[in-house]
């Protein structure tokens, strides 16, 4: 059953994720991405802030720090993940991969890939800031049951 805390978590952290697709995409300016990729971070990031902050919303204003980082680490690593096989899907789609032993190497580079991107200090900074911002909004929403 959807409650306030679930709901702001994954409003502000569907949030977060369009604002670092933003700078994302302004770190990248050679890769065209259009709108499903900002759908697609937003929903990833809906689904992680309910899983992760909204099913266990923090009890003080010192623990808003500790999930914050939670999810803003499980924010980047679905995002990861989920672009990793997406690159691997389109791959194999226009038949660059030839065989499957291709499908675990391709995999691993797209995930070192995009892993360097995650080392730039702005997104970090947006997705640490995001994570905090979504864990005081959800406490403040606890109360609403």
């Known amino acids: 059953?959807?409650?306030?805390?679930?709901?702001?978590?994954?409003?502000?952290?569907?949030?977060?994720?369009?604002?670092?697709?933003?700078?994302?995409?302004?770190?990248t300016p050679t890769i065209r991405l259009g709108s499903k990729f900002?759908?697609?971070n937003?929903?990833?990031?809906?689904?992680?802030?309910?899983?992760?902050i909204g099913a266990t919303p923090p009890e003080?204003?010192?623990?808003?720090?500790a999930k914050g980082l939670q999810s803003a680490i499980?924010?980047?690593?679905?995002?990861?993940?989920?672009?990793?096989?997406?690159?691997?899907?389109?791959?194999l789609k226009q038949f660059i991969i030839k065989d499957m032993i291709g499908v675990p190497q391709s995999f691993m580079?797209?995930?070192?890939?995009?892993?360097e991107y995650f080392l730039n200090?702005?997104?970090i900074a947006v997705l640490f800031i995001g994570g905090f911002i979504t864990s005081i909004f959800t406490l403040m929403a606890k109360r609403y049951r």
Request: hydrophobic share 60%; glycine share 4%; net charge negative.
């Open 1 to 27: 059953m959807p409650t306030a805390a679930k709901l702001s978590a994954g409003i502000f952290l569907a949030l977060t994720a369009v604002v670092a697709s933003y700078v994302f995409i302004e770190m």
């Open 38 to 40: 900002y759908l697609t």
């Open 42 to 52: 937003s929903a990833i990031g809906f689904f992680v802030g309910w899983k992760t």
């Open 60 to 65: 003080s204003i010192y623990r808003c720090f």
């Open 74 to 91: 499980a924010l980047a690593f679905v995002t990861l993940m989920t672009f990793s096989v997406w690159d691997v899907v389109e791959k």
């Open 109 to 115: 580079e797209a995930v070192i890939d995009f892993s």
């Open 121 to 123: 200090p702005t997104l």
